[in-house]
Antibody, heavy 122, light 109 residues
Framework: QVTLRESGPALVKPTQTLTLTCTFS??????????VTWVRQPTGKALEWLAL???????YYSTSLKTRLTVSRDTSKNQVVLTLTNLDPVDTATYFC??????????????WGQGARVTVSS | EIVMTQSPATLSVSPGERATLSCRAS??????LAWYQQKPGQAPRVLIY???TRATGIPARFSGSGSGTEFTLTISSLQSEDFAVYYC???????????FGQGTKVEIK
C-alpha cells in the first residue's frame, strides 16, 4: 500500500525558508522509475508543479522558482525534502507530494499526500 | 513548453445529467494525458490516465477520450459525489512543468 504524508510548519514569516518533508511508504525511491514530485495550490487556484526527484537522484525544478527551490532525498528514511527560500505571502498554499512512475504511459501522479497548508505572514 | 487549457471554467449540471469537460494542449501530447478529481480540502485523485484508461476503482460513468491536442472527460450521469474540480495533466513533456490545466469546476445546477 502506497502512502505519502507531508509535514512542516503551518506558518512561516516572509523572507524565511520553508522546509517540507514528504514521508512515504509502499515503494522505494531507489527502484528504477520511481519519482516524487512536489505540487502546490493556493486556495481556490490551480495546481502548480514545483519540483521532482527521481530514482537516480536526478532533480528537476520549475523554471520560475528554480533559484529558490531545492529537493533532496533520504532513502534510508523514505523521505523527500523540499526547501523554498526567501518566502513571500504569494507562496501561501497547500503543498502536496505525489508519486509517479517514469515508464512509458505511466508518468502521471498515481498517489498523493493529503497536503500541508502553509501560510506566509508576519 | 506545453500549455494545457481547460473549458469551461465552471459547468453547472443537474444530478443525473451528463457532463462533458474539455482539455486542449498547445501541441500534441499523444495519449499522455491524465484527469484528476479534487474535492474541497482533499488531494487530487487520478481518474483517467493514458487519455482513456480508468484508474483502479474509478466508476464506469467516468470516461476519457481524445489524443493529440484535444481531450474530453465525460461523466455519464452525475452523482452527488461527483461535484468537484477536475484537472487535466499532460505527461508527454518531462519534467511536467506547466503540466496542469486551470481546472473545471462542476457544480450543482
Amino acid at each position: 500500500q502506497v502512502t505519502l504524508r507531508e509535514s512542516g510548519p503551518a506558518l512561516v514569516k516572509p523572507t524565511q525558508t520553508l522546509t517540507l518533508t514528504c514521508t512515504f511508504s509502499g515503494f522505494s525511491l531507489t527502484t528504477t522509475g520511481m519519482c516524487v514530485t512536489w505540487v502546490r495550490q493556493p486556495t481556490g487556484k490551480a495546481l502548480e508543479w514545483l519540483a521532482l526527484i527521481d530514482w537516480d537522484d536526478d532533480k528537476y525544478y520549475s523554471t520560475s522558482l528554480k533559484t529558490r527551490l531545492t529537493v533532496s532525498r533520504d532513502t534510508s528514511k523514505n523521505q523527500v525534502v523540499l526547501t523554498l527560500t526567501n518566502l513571500d505571502p504569494v507562496d501561501t498554499a497547500t503543498y502536496f507530494c505525489a508519486r509517479s512512475v517514469a515508464a512509458p504511459g505511466m508518468y502521471y501522479f498515481d498517489y498523493w499526500g493529503q497536503g500541508a497548508r502553509v501560510t506566509v505572514s508576519s | 513548453e506545453i500549455v494545457m487549457t481547460q473549458s469551461p471554467a465552471t459547468l453547472s449540471v443537474s444530478p443525473g445529467e451528463r457532463a462533458t469537460l474539455s482539455c486542449r494542449a498547445s501541441q500534441s501530447v499523444s495519449s499522455n494525458l491524465a484527469w484528476y478529481q479534487q474535492k474541497p480540502g482533499q488531494a487530487p485523485r487520478v481518474l483517467i490516465y493514458g487519455a482513456s484508461t480508468r484508474a483502479t476503482g474509478i466508476p464506469a460513468r467516468f470516461s476519457g477520450s481524445g489524443s493529440g491536442t484535444e481531450f474530453t472527460l465525460t461523466i455519464s450521469s452525475l452523482q452527488s459525489e461527483d461535484f468537484a474540480v477536475y484537472y487535466c495533466q499532460q505527461y508527454d513533456d518531462w519534467p511536467p512543468e506547466k503540466a496542469f490545466g486551470q481546472g473545471t469546476k462542476v457544480e450543482i445546477k
